[in-house]
């Protein structure tokens, strides 16, 4: 059997398999029982899919008695208790569940649809590579989640995806238990959500005439490609990703990023803007010294935005962006300081903090909450409501509003830059020539696998902790293969690390686990890093 990644807790195998087998070529076929709410047919209809296009049978809906599979709702079905209250009212489940194989048929004992769709993950992992004869050994399977919020976050703005390269993300992630699929929608470089009455979003925004070429940031110096570069997605788009997402019991979050890493916005729309200039959708990285204004049209607009992704995005929590505003054109513009007293603002540094609580305020009359990265904590006052994601754990960044946020109640979700940016090298060091180009640093698989991530924390704050996820920063990441390599395997550490938290196998045995969970990968042809690269040759010095 193939190893099963993220490990389950409890797997004790016993005497016999269950078997199924055709008769002759695509005759067979599999018959599915579901003993459960309606809202099973999802993660039912995912292992369907993969019975039908990976192990080629034919697939029947029938009654208990005479199923393959039979799903059924337990309430304390697998080993962990489920997410606390606040998580919970965001819409998290009890994601346990048990998968008990006899030689009749195989039994999904799950709390939730969601907790099923664990239980199809690892099904799908355990009957990989089979074909026209499927065969499990029988066993009992117990097992759930050490963190509730396990993400994946994707950059669509830096590199445009199109909607099957962002649905295979969202498969492969789910394969792995993740269960947020973080969509980070607009940033200076392309906006991809359309929001009506408001149409140069897609005319203009979306669309850039070049991209830098290699590292350098200045744009005097630095060589473009020169190739228009761009797209956006459309509502129906935006719905079907926010289903198949569902069907894998994955959450979306979207995010729209302001006030700042707005220059795709503001180019088409200066008049959201502090210098009444269209400064062109930005064509090089780094960060955009652009922000929004004060003025009530801006507001509105927001509005507007945030109408489009509540009516779209079912998940009550909306992402805000709220990362490296930079205050020089509120500093400078004129206007600035007389909207300022109009609104009662007493300083710049005051800005962000009012769009964050007007925000939360557009946000809660929606029914929804504010995630936002960690520079939205810089102020005093944060609303309650929102959720902190921090970023910034560098030594020489660290700004402790993880704790802060702990301290006072807040939602926090890890992103840690140090651990969880997959953007980053994956070797030092003359093995980095070997590398296809990255953003900077170093983050092997082995430090996301050893990343402790309560380590920071005193033990009573540390249960206040929702999760983590990964960044996937796309703006030295252009296509598909180069976004495998990217992500796998570090995303399998990642998914050990978020399901297992401190309770797992060290890291020699990780990799063997990993060394079996590949083919897999293989068969699903994901271009991931290889563990073992051959060595460069002028790392062995005499
Ligand atoms: C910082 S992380 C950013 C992104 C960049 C990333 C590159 C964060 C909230 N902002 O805009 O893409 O660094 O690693």
């Keep these: 059997m193939p190893a099963i990644l993220p490990e389950p807790r409890q797997l004790a195998l016993q005497e016999g398999y269950w078997r199924k087998s055709h008769r002759s070529h695509f005759s067979g076929s599999v018959r599915i029982g579901i003993h459960s709410p309606a809202e099973w047919r999802a993660p039912a209809s995912w292992l369907q899919d993969s019975l039908k296009h990976e192990q080629m049978f034919r697939v029947e809906d029938v009654s208990l008695e005479e199923a393959d599979f039979i799903f059924e709702k337990c309430p304390f079905a697998g080993s962990q208790p489920g997410p606390n209250e606040n998580l919970r009212l965001v819409g998290f489940q009890n994601e346990s ?45 117990e097992d759930g989640p050490a963190f509730s919020w396990r993400g994946m976050h994707l950059d669509c703005s830096r590199h445009f995806w199109c909607v099957d390269d962002v649905l295979r993300f969202i498969d492969l992630a789910a394969l792995h238990k993740f269960n947020v699929f973080h969509w980070h929608l607009t940033d200076d470089q392309g906006w991809r959500l359309p929001v009506e009455g408001y149409p140069r979003l897609t005319g203009c925004a979306a669309w850039r005439d070049g991209t830098m070429v290699g590292h350098d940031c200045d744009r005097a110096t630095n060589p473009q490609d020169g190739v228009r570069h ?30 700042g890493h707005v220059q795709a916005l503001l180019t088409a729309y200066p008049e959201f803007g502090n210098t009444g200039l269209a400064p062109g959708v930005r064509t090089c990285w780094g960060i955009s ?28 929590l909306v992402h805000l ?37 007007r925000l939360v305020e557009m946000l809660t009359r929606r029914g929804r909450r504010m995630v936002g990265w960690d520079e939205i904590f810089e102020g005093e006052r944060l609303d309650a409501s929102a959720v902190l994601m921090y970023w910034r754990d560098s030594e020489k960044n660290d700004h402790a509003l993880d704790r802060k946020a702990l301290e ?61 996820q990964a960044q996937v920063w796309t703006e030295y990441i252009p296509n598909r293969p180069h976004l495998d390599y990217m992500v796998y395997p570090r995303a399998c550490a990642l998914s050990q690390v978020l399901w297992r938290g401190g309770d797992r196998e060290d890291f020699p045995h990780f990799l063997s686990r990993l060394e079996r969970h590949l083919p897999l990968l293989d068969r699903l042809g994901v271009a991931y890093r290889p563990s073992f690269p051959p060595p460069p040759d002028n790392t062995s010095q005499p």
């Design 289 to 316: 010294p652009h922000t929004l204004n004060l003025e009530p049209q801006t507001f509105e607009f927001l509005e507007r935005v945030i109408d489009t992704v509540a009516d779209l995005f079912p998940f009550p």
């Design 230 to 259: 761009g797209g956006f997605y459309s509502h129906d788009e935006i719905r079907r990703v926010v289903a198949h997402a569902e069907a894998r019991g994955m959450h979306v979050l979207p995010e729209i990023d302001v006030p």
């Design 321 to 357: 962006g709220g990362d490296e505003a930079q205050i020089d054109e509120w500093m400078k513009s004129p206007r600035i300081p007389e909207r300022m007293a109009e609104l009662g603002i007493p300083g710049v540094s005051g800005i962000q903090p009012f769009f964050t609580q």
């Design 408 to 468: 006072r109640g807040n939602g926090l979700v890890l992103a840690n830059w140090s651990k969880t940016y997959f953007d980053l090298y994956q070797e030092a060091g003359p093995g980095r020539d070997f590398e296809p180009l990255a953003i900077c640093g170093r983050l092997t698989l082995e430090d996301v696998y050893r990343w402790n991530p309560l380590a920071r924390y005193p033990e009573a704050l540390a249960t206040g902790v929702w999760g983590g």
């Design 97 to 141: 569940y048990r998968i008990e194989a006899r030689p009749e048929h195989v039994l999904i004992k799950a709390a939730s649809a969601h907790g099923a769709a664990r239980a199809v993950a690892s099904l799908r992992q355990m009957l990989s590579g089979q074909r026209a004869r499927l065969e499990l050994p029988c066993c009992v399977l």
